[in-house]
T-cell receptor, first 111, second 112 residues
């Protein structure tokens, strides 16, 4: 079945440092979505990427979708304590109704 | 209204009990989902309903039985669960299955 691998599993950063999480799929994805889950909370949708090579920005967050539509990344510039949480990528194969989530990257920020 | 609601928030049940989890959305979404999430793990897809029809059952044991009475409601009926079924059960909805998903706050289930 489809696998979506995500690294790193944990990332400790000092506040103000940058952060990147990477996602790789074993199969071509029709789109990829990114979610954030705060401790004790539920996943919250951040963005969806659909086109090969697509880059989208949301303030300090930059999302990329690879040319082959098999990998994606999320980069946060100058982390803040509000960025704490787990970031999940989730891929959808063409024609499939469900999402396969990566294992997530737990972002821990030290003030 | 961009909210998905789930009841109850917490549920403790014995292995012989029968209980139901409820999920509701009023965003006009036509796809609804059940996920299971263990601590520090990603959500695992259980069921997908599209236009009130079950479109995906991810080989979930029959002790979990989903039901979609109408386009706004999704239930998960539980019977004869095992302690390893203890987890956070998340409901989500989306406009269609290819669109972004809105998650509810979840039901924290403990099976004793």
């Amino acid at each position: 079945g489809q696998q979506v691998m995500q690294i790193p599993q944990y990332q400790h950063v000092q506040e103000g440092e940058d952060f990147t999480t990477y996602c790789n799929s074993s199969t071509t994805l029709s789109n990829i979505q990114w979610y954030k889950q705060r401790p004790g909370g539920h996943p919250v949708f951040l963005i969806q990427l659909v086109k090969s090579g697509e880059v989208k920005k949301q303030k300090r967050l930059t999302f990329q979708f690879g040319e082959a539509k098999k990998n994606s990344s999320l980069h946060i510039t100058a982390t803040q304590t509000t960025d704490v949480g787990t970031y999940f990528c989730a891929g959808r194969r063409g024609g499939a109704d469900g999402l396969t989530f990566g294992k997530g990257t737990h972002l821990i920020i030290q003030p | 209204d961009t909210e998905v609601t789930q009841t109850p928030k917490h549920l403790v049940m014995g292995m012989t009990n029968k209980k139901s989890l409820k999920c509701e959305q009023h965003m006009g979404h036509r796809a609804m989902y059940w996920y299971k999430q263990k601590a520090k793990k990603p959500p695992e897809l259980m069921f997908v309903y599209s236009y009130e029809k079950l479109s995906i059952n991810e080989s979930v044991p029959s002790r979990f039985s989903p039901e979609c009475p109408n386009s706004s409601l999704l239930n998960l009926h539980l019977h004869a669960l095992q302690p390893e079924d203890s987890a956070l059960y998340l409901c989500a909805s989306s406009q269609k299955t290819s669109y972004e998903q809105y998650f509810g706050p979840g039901t924290r289930l403990t099976v004793t």
